[in-house]
């Protein structure tokens, strides 16, 4: 009998990915991990366990604005799933239909946004937005709207909401291609077969397409978790790094740029930031596994 041959080759391929990531990702988490049980006591590193996570979340001053950052990070989420999500469903399912025409064209469109930089959205709309030169009055002074105009990026109210759907604008064209190329992989035959049994146009959709692109939907709501979980490029770039005004729009990623490296006359503190880095990855885990042990509970449910 002989032994199956050890594949080397394999380990060789693999190997430089894994270096790389390990470098990058893996290596900086466990070190922060490693801050965050440490203070600075007269310019001394000293081991101190959980107090830093003590302090985060029941010391008044910091739990104040850690527990601010949290729920802003939550809406910011909401809003995401609620109107990007089905959004992109939708246009989706409008762009694949056969016989629309320069299909091509309008997804195009709609995906280019994605591919911009964090800073030329957050400038771009500031400007469009601004009630000194923003071309948002005089577009809705056109259609006879402006009573409605405020200044929605300089009002605690509505500064968050603005910013999130701000959001939503730019990274709709990523659920949209998902669910497209999900929608152009149900087979010709499970589709026919329902047009002989009557089921067509939109009846068609929400009967045979959309359970069976569920598990896309899945994916796509596990990274828009997790995604924006971990957004700061655009609040910093159009509201900085105090996330104004008066913190409304500060989230867990400005929170902490703040505290890890210090921003006006806030001096740096690396292990508190650290502190709330481990605090955001445990829950970005903890979020990730309660929706994955979902699926897996519903998918044996299906099974029994």
Same mark, same amino acid.
């Given at each position: 009998m002989t032994k199956p041959r050890v594949r080397w080759h394999i380990a060789?391929?693999? *190997?430089? *990915?894994?270096?790389?990531? =390990? *470098?990058?990702?893996? $290596?900086?988490?466990?070190?922060?991990?490693?801050?965050?049980? #440490?203070?600075?006591?007269?310019q001394e590193r000293i081991f101190t366990g959980l107090d830093?996570?003590?302090?985060?979340? $029941?010391?008044?001053?910091?739990?104040?604005?850690?527990?601010?950052?949290?729920?802003?990070?939550?809406?910011?989420f909401l809003v995401h799933m609620l109107v990007q999500n089905p959004i992109g469903i939708a246009l989706a399912a409008i762009l694949s239909h056969p016989r629309l025409r320069f299909a091509a064209l309008y997804r195009s469109a709609i995906f280019i946004p994605t591919i911009l930089s964090f800073v030329i959205i957050g400038f771009a709309w500031k400007l469009i937005l601004s009630p000194i030169w923003g071309i948002a009055p005089s577009m809705l002074d056109a259609v006879g709207l402006k009573s409605l105009f405020a200044p929605w990026l300089g009002k605690e109210e509505y500064a968050l909401t603005t910013l999130a759907l701000i959001s939503v604008w730019q990274f709709v064209g990523i659920p949209m291609m998902l669910i497209y190329a999900a929608l152009l992989s149900i087979p010709e035959e499970i589709l026919e077969a329902g047009e002989i049994d009557g089921i067509t146009g939109l009846a068609a959709f929400w009967k045979i397409k959309l359970p069976l692109i569920l598990p896309s939907i899945g994916i796509i709501s596990i990274l828009t978790f997790?995604?924006?979980?971990?957004?700061?490029?655009?609040? #910093?770039? =159009?509201?900085?790094?105090?996330?104004?005004?008066? #913190? =409304?729009?500060?989230?867990?990623?400005?929170?902490?740029?703040?505290?890890?490296?210090?921003?006006?006359?806030?001096?740096?503190?690396?292990?508190?930031? =650290? *502190?709330?880095?481990?605090?955001?990855?445990?829950?970005?885990?903890?979020?990730?596994?309660?929706?994955?042990?979902?699926?897996?509970?519903?998918?044996?449910?299906?099974q029994l």
């Open positions: 060789v391929f693999l *190997a430089p *990915a894994v270096l790389i990531y =390990s *470098a990058v990702m893996i $290596f900086p988490l466990f070190n922060t991990l490693r801050l965050a049980l #440490y203070s600075r006591v007269d830093n996570f003590r302090t985060l979340f $029941f010391d008044p001053i910091w739990a104040e604005q850690f527990w601010n950052a949290l729920g802003n990070n939550f809406w910011f997790v995604g924006n979980f971990n957004a700061f490029d655009l609040i #910093y770039a =159009s509201q900085g790094a105090l996330a104004g005004p008066d #913190y =409304s729009t500060d989230i867990l990623g400005t929170f902490m740029y703040r505290t890890f490296f210090g921003f006006q006359l806030q001096l740096g503190d690396p292990h508190m930031g =650290s *502190a709330i880095a481990g605090a955001m990855f445990a829950i970005i885990l903890v979020g990730v596994c309660i929706y994955l042990f979902g699926i897996q509970t519903r998918m044996r449910r299906y």
